[in-house]
Nanobody, 120 residues
C-alpha cells in the first residue's frame, strides 16, 4: 500500500556528484523520519543519512561534509545530494521511511534500492 520510489542513481566518476530522490506514496498517516542506507556486496546495510519531520539530521562519519540530506514534508520526498564521491561510496542505496499508520502502528518501509557506482 505504501510505496517508496527511488531515482537518481547511476555511474559517476570519483569526485563527481549525484542527487538521489525518494518519494513516498500511499496511505500514510505520518512519516516520522526518512533516510538513506547503503549496502555493498558482502557488507551490512548501514545508515548514510537520516532526517526527521522536524528537520533534525544525522550522517555517517564517512559521508559527513560530502552528503546533504533534505526533505519536502508536503511531498513526502527525501533527497540526498552526494558530492565528492569516492569509490568506497559504491553501493546500493535504499530509501527508508519510518511511519505511523492510521491505527498508530509503527512501520519501516524500504525502497527497492538504486545502484550508485563510483568508478573511473
Amino acid at each position: 500500500q505504501v510505496q517508496l520510489v527511488e531515482s537518481g542513481g547511476g555511474l559517476v566518476q570519483p569526485g563527481g556528484s549525484l542527487r538521489l530522490s525518494c518519494a513516498a506514496s500511499g496511505s500514510i498517516f505520518r512519516i516520522n523520519a526518512m533516510g538513506w542506507y547503503r549496502q555493498a556486496p558482502g557488507k551490512e546495510r548501514d545508515l548514510v543519512a537520516r532526517i526527521t519531520s522536524g528537520g533534525t539530521t544525522n550522517y555517517a562519519d564517512s559521508v559527513k561534509g560530502r552528503f546533504t540530506i533534505s526533505r519536502d514534508n508536503a511531498k513526502n520526498t527525501v533527497y540526498l545530494q552526494m558530492n565528492s564521491l569516492k569509490p568506497e561510496d559504491t553501493a546500493v542505496y535504499y530509501c527508508n521511511a519510518a511511519t505511523t499508520g492510521w491505527a498508530l502502528e509503527s512501520y519501516d518501509y524500504w525502497g527497492q534500492g538504486t545502484q550508485v557506482t563510483v568508478s573511473s
